[in-house]
C-alpha cells in the first residue's frame, strides 16, 4: 500500500511517502522553493516523494493530509464569532472561509494540477503527530504527549497507544496553548512567531528568574496542567494576536526586530522557559499517573524545546523516551501517512529504517564532479576522506559537509552540517558572527560518539541521536564552544547505525585529538535555509567562513579556490 502523506496550509509545508508502513522518503517544502518554513502547497516535495521512490502519482493509494481543515474552521469559528459582533465577527468568519478553502485547495491541486484521482483523507491533526512519533519509536506501547500551537481543537493532547491503536485520554483545546503563549512571548522579544521560539530558548541561560513569579501571573500552574491567562494576551481583539496592553504595562514596551537585546529581555526569556518546563512537567506527570507505563512518546512543535525535553528526561518519570526528529508541523505529513496505514492494521509491524531521519534527497558523486569541473573549482578526492577532514578539525578548520541524503526536520545530524573544533572558546563566535551570520547569543550542538556520550554529559540514562535533548556537561572547559553558559549542550549522540559516515568522521577526530566530540550546525546561513544541492552548498561555502567543503567523496579548499 502506497500512501502519500502531506502538511500543506499555513507554515512548514512537507510530503512523505511510507509503503507498507516503510519511510521510503521525506522532505520539507522550504528545501526545495528556499523560503523558510514555507506554507506552499508542496508540490516540489511531493514530486521529489515520487522520483525517489520512482512511482507515478496513479500508484498512490491514497493521499493523507495531516490537518482536518474543515473542522479546524468549525471549531474556531464556534468559540471565536459565533457569539460575537463587529469585527471580531467579520474576522472570525473570515478565517472560517480560509480553512475552507484551503480544504478546498487541496482537493483542486491534487486533482486538477496533479491529475490524481484516487483517495483523499483529512487526518486529526495531533493524531498525525501521535503517529509520527510513536509508529517509529520501537515501543510496543506507549503514553504520547503533543504538543504544539493547535490542532482542529486540541493545543495539548494526552494519548495512550497499544500495539496498532493510538487513543486519546483527555486534551486542553486552543487558545490555551503552551505553544501559542510561547509564540506570543518570542513575538515579545522582537523575534518572529513559528520560527523564532528557538532563539528565545536559547536566550533564557543568560538571564535569571528574577520575573518568573511576575510572570506566573501569565501562565498559571493548574492541577490539569496549566492556564494563560487572557488578560495578558489580545487573542480575541478583533483577531490581533500576542501581548496585551497589560502585559505592556507591566513587563515594558515589545522589543523591536533589530533592537538591541537587555537584561530585562534575557530576564523575561529565562522566566518564561521556566514556566513552560513548569507547565510541561506537571502535564507529563499527570500523563504518567494515568497510563503507568515506561515509555513516552513526545511530537508537535513544542517537542522541539530540547530543555524542557531534558527536564523531563531529568525527572526519571519514563524510562525510555522517543521524539521525532521532525516533531513540529513538517512531520504530520510522515504521521498521517503511518496512522492511515496503522489504523487499519492488526499488528504493528516495527521498522527500524523508519528511525532513521536522513530521508530527504541526495546527489550522485558523478553530478557533483561535473559540477565542480564546470565551475572550474580545485578538488581532490582522498583515499580516506574522514582522516583527511579530522586532520582539518584538529587544525581549527571549519568545515561543511553535504553527503548522502538530507534529514527530514529542523537539525542538521551530519549530513548537511557545519563543523568546527569544540575546544576553542573563540569558534562559536567565529561560527555565529562570520558562517552563520545570526546572533552571538546563539549556542551550537555537540555531536558526540554514542559510545562516550556518558563520559562528557549527565545523559540520565538517555541516548538523543536527533540533538533534541539538552544534558549538562561534565567538562565545560573541554568543549567550549559547544557548551552554553549555563553548562548545558543540547547533545546529539552519533551511532555507526544511524549514520556511520559520520561516526567515521568523528571517531577519526577522535584518534587525533583525544575528544570524541565535535561543533555541529546546520549548513546554511541564517537567512537561508539547509542547503538542498551541491550548489547551494558550493555557494555558502565560497561566501561565508567556511574553510573546507566535503561534497560526497569530494574534498575542497578554501585556500586553493
Same mark, same amino acid.
Not at 267 to 277: K, W
Not at 385 to 390: D, G, P
Not at 488 to 498: D, E, G, M, P, Y
Given at each position: 500500500m502506497v500512501i502519500l502523506g502531506l502538511c500543506t496550509g499555513i507554515h512548514d509545508s512537507s510530503a512523505a511517502l511510507v509503503k507498507d508502513g516503510e519511510i521510503i522518503c521525506a522532505s520539507s517544502q522550504e528545501r526545495f522553493d528556499r523560503k523558510k518554513h514555507s506554507g506552499a502547497f508542496p508540490y516540489d516535495a511531493i514530486e521529489f516523494c515520487l522520483n525517489e521512490a520512482n512511482i507515478d502519482v496513479s500508484e498512490v493509494d491514497v493521499v493523507a493530509i495531516g490537518m482536518n481543515w474543515l473542522k479546524r474552521g468549525e471549531s474556531r469559528y464556534a468559540f471565536r464569532g459565533a457569539n460575537s459582533k463587529g469585527n471580531l465577527k467579520e474576522y472570525a468568519e473570515n478565517e472560517l472561509l480560509k480553512d475552507k478553502i484551503r480544504e478546498l485547495s487541496v482537493y483542486k491541486n491534487l486533482r486538477e494540477d496533479l491529475n490524481y484521482g484516487g483517495k483523499i483523507v483529512f487526518v486529526d491533526h495531533h493524531m498525525a503527530h501521535s503517529a509520527s512519533c510513536f509508529y517509529p519509536s520501537g515501543f510496543a506501547e506507549s503514553a504520547i504527549l503533543v504538543l504544539d500551537g493547535a490542532g482542529e481543537e486540541a493545543a495539548t493532547s494526552l494519548l495512550y497507544a497499544d500495539d496498532? *491503536?493510538?487513543n486519546k485520554i483527555s486534551a486542553i483545546n486552543y487558545p490555551n496553548s503552551l505553544g501559542r503563549y510561547y509564540g506570543w512571548i518570542t513575538d515579545y522579544l522582537g523575534f518572529r512567531i513559528e520560527s523564532g521560539e528557538g532563539k528565545v530558548m536559547g536566550l533564557a541561560p543568560y538571564g535569571d528568574l528574577s520575573l518568573k513569579d511576575d510572570l506566573a501571573k501569565t501562565l498559571k500552574i493548574t492541577e490539569s496542567g496549566y492556564e494563560v491567562n487572557f488578560d495578558y494576551f489580545d487573542f480575541n481583539v478583533d483577531g490581533r494576536k500576542g501581548v496585551s496592553k497589560k502585559f505592556i504595562e507591566e513587563f515594558g514596551p515589545k522589543r523591536l526586530p533589530g533592537e538591541k537585546i537587555t537584561q530585562h529581555h534575557m530576564?523575561?526569556?529565562?522566566?518564561? +522557559?521556566? %514556566?513552560?518546563?513548569d507547565a510541561v512537567l506537571k502535564v507529563v506527570t499527570n500523563l504518567k499517573a494515568v497510563t503507568k507505563t515506561e515509555n513516552l512518546c513526545i511530537s508537535g512543535g513544542g517537542a522541539l524545546n530540547s530543555v524542557a525535553n531534558g527536564r523531563i528526561a531529568e525527572s526519571g518519570l519514563f524510562k525510555n523516551i522517543y521524539i521525532y526528529p521532525a516533531a513540529g508541523d513538517d512531520g504530520s505529513s510522515v504521521g498521517a501517512a503511518l496512522y492511515t496505514y496503522y489504523k487499519d492494521q492488526k499488528n504493528h509491524q516495527y521498522i527500524q529504517s523508519n528511525q532513521s531521519p536522513y530521508l530527504g534527497k541526495g546527489t550522485d558523486p558523478e553530478e557533483i564532479e561535473k559540477l %565542480? +569541473?564546470?565551475k572550474k573549482v580545485k578538488y581532490s578526492r582522498p583515499e580516506n576522506?574522514?582522516?583527511?577532514?579530522?586532520k582539518q578539525l584538529d587544525q581549527d578548520k571549519i568545515i561543511g559537509i553535504y553527503w548522502g541524503r538530507a534529514e527530514f526536520g529542523p537539525r542538521a545530524l551530519g549530513n548537511r552540517s557545519i563543523l568546527a573544533n569544540p575546544s576553542y572558546e573563540e569558534n562559536r563566535d567565529r561560527v555565529n558572527l562570520k558562517v552563520k551570520f545570526r546572533e552571538d547569543f546563539r549556542p551550537?550542538?555537540?555531536s558526540v560518539l554514542e559510545e562516550y556520550a556518558t563520559e562528557y554529559f549527565h545523559m540520565n540514562g538517555f541516548q538523543s541521536p536527533y540533538m533534541i535533548?539538552?544534558?549538562q556537561t561534565k567538562y565545560p572547559k573541554r568543549i567550549?564552544?559547544?557548551t552554553h553558559v549555563n553548562n548545558?549542550?543540547?547533545? +546529539?549522540?552519533? *551511532?555507526?547505525? %544511524?549514520?556511520a559516515r559520520y561516526w567515521k568522521l568523528i571517531h577519526e577526530f577522535y584518534k587525533i585529538s583525544d575528544l570524541p566530540i565535535v561543533l555541529n550546525t546546520s549548513f546554511n546561513k541564517a537567512k537561508d535555509v539547509i542547503v538542498n544541492t551541491p550548489e547551494q552548498a558550493l555557494e555558502t561555502f565560497l561566501t561565508s567562513g567556511i574553510d573546507v567543503l566535503v561534497l560526497e567523496e569530494f574534498l575542497i579548499l578554501k585556500d586553493e579556490n
Open positions: 496498532c *491503536s493510538i530576564n523575561i526569556a529565562r522566566g518564561v +522557559q521556566s %514556566l513552560f518546563e %565542480l +569541473q564546470n576522506i574522514y582522516s583527511e577532514v579530522a551550537f550542538a555537540p535533548m539538552t544534558f567550549r564552544a559547544t548545558s549542550a543540547r547533545v +546529539q549522540t552519533v *551511532s555507526k547505525k %544511524l549514520n
